[in-house]
């Protein structure tokens, strides 16, 4: 049975191959679609990412190791009516010994000149799945009303004593994409 988490709340992992899903559903007549984009963060001890390839996007679906797999981009939100809009394929035993953490990240697309936020969004969360039956082992619904956030980190795996742990984080802010990308990453992001 799954475990619905709550804010901060960590569990183990204990698998290795596993599917991170993200799913929200934009509410209507806004105007505009709305167009949210998962992305993955691979961190080293340091907070950074090691090299522009450890972010992980629809604009770059693999990470270097061959951990992280982005199965692309949904740009309104109806991949799915009730299932996952976003997910990232992880495979724990591939990541790079230098990666400590790997961060969930969802953004909205354009938000400052369409006026969007999380606000107009409902039912948004982050899943883990175990690959080898397809069960969902732990979901994190954020219930809390970003009405003003444009991104949220909605969760982490996170490496302690050699053993991936899964965080609900559920933070917001009122960022773009680059706004991740210059918290993380210190080098030169070629677009």
């Known amino acids: ?3 619905n988490l709550q804010k901060g709340q960590k569990i ?8 991170v899903g993200l799913g929200w559903d934009p509410n209507e007549g806004t105007g505009y679609d709305f167009d949210l984009d998962a992305s993955a963060f691979m961190i080293n001890s340091g907070r950074l990412i090691p090299a522009e390839a ?33 997910s990232i394929q992880v495979d724990l035993s591939k990541v790079d010994p230098q990666i400590q953490e ?20 409902r039912n948004s969360y982050i ?27 909605f969760g982490r795996l996170y490496k302690r004593e050699g053993k991936w742990k899964f965080e609900a984080s559920g933070i917001g802010y009122r960022e773009d994409l680059s706004f991740f990308l210059s ?6 992001i070629i677009k």
């Open 12 to 19: 183990d992992i204990g698998l290795s191959k596993i599917t």
């Open 183 to 188: 918290k993380y990453f210190k080098g030169q």
């Open 127 to 153: 899943r883990i799945v175990d690959d080898n039956n397809g069960q969902e082992v732990a979901k994190y619904e954020l219930g809390e009303d970003f009405s003003i956030e444009t991104g949220v980190e």
């Open 102 to 121: 790997i961060l969930f990240v969802v953004t909205i697309h354009d938000a400052i000149s369409r006026k969007q936020n999380y606000g107009q969004v």
């Open 1 to 3: 049975m799954a475990i």
């Open 54 to 86: 450890y972010f992980v996007f629809y604009g770059n679906t693999d990470s270097p190791d061959q951990a992280l797999h982005h199965t692309g981009d949904d740009p309104t939100g109806g991949n799915s009516a009730d299932g996952d809009d976003e």
